[in-house]
C-alpha cells in the first residue's frame, strides 16, 4: 500500500517556474515507478511524466519535454516535477501516481495539487 500526499502547487505567471513534490509512504519505494498526470478544466487526465523505481529511468510527454523534468529521492521517498517555462495551458490539478515497475496500472493516486498560470 502507497499512499501519496502532493504540495507544491499554486499560481504562477507565464514564463514562470514551480516545483511539486509528492510524499510517499509504504514499503518498497524503489520497486515503485513514480509520475506526474494532470487534469485541466473539462478534458481527461493525461499523462506527464514518470520515473522507473530500479533504473530511474524518466519518460515525459511530448508536450513537457525540454520544459519539465522528474527527479525522485529514494531516501527521502519523494517525487518532485521541477516546471520551468509555464504556460497557460499548463494551467490543471496535478496529480502523483505510482505503479510497481513491473505493471502497467496505475494503482496509487494523490489528491492532486492546482497549478494555475497566468498569462
Known amino acids: 500500500q502507497v499512499q501519496l500526499v502532493e504540495s507544491g502547487g499554486g499560481l504562477a505567471q ?14 518498497d519505494f524503489t520497486r515503485y515507478t513514480l509520475g506526474w498526470f494532470r487534469q485541466a478544466p473539462g478534458k481527461e487526465r493525461e499523462f506527464v511524466a514518470s520515473i522507473t523505481g530500479s533504473r530511474g529511468i524518466d519518460y515525459y510527454a511530448d508536450s513537457v519535454k525540454g520544459r519539465f523534468t522528474i527527479f525522485r529521492d529514494n531516501a527521502k521517498k519523494t517525487v518532485s516535477l ?3 517555462s509555464l504556460k497557460p495551458e499548463h494551467t490543471a490539478v496535478y496529480y502523483c501516481a505510482a505503479k510497481m515497475d513491473s505493471s502497467i496500472e496505475w494503482k496509487y493516486w494523490g489528491q492532486g495539487t492546482q497549478v494555475t498560470v497566468s498569462s
Do not use: E, P
Open 14 to 27: 507565464a514564463g514562470g517556474s514551480l516545483r511539486l513534490s509528492c510524499a510517499a509512504s509504504g514499503r
Open 82 to 84: 521541477q516546471m520551468n
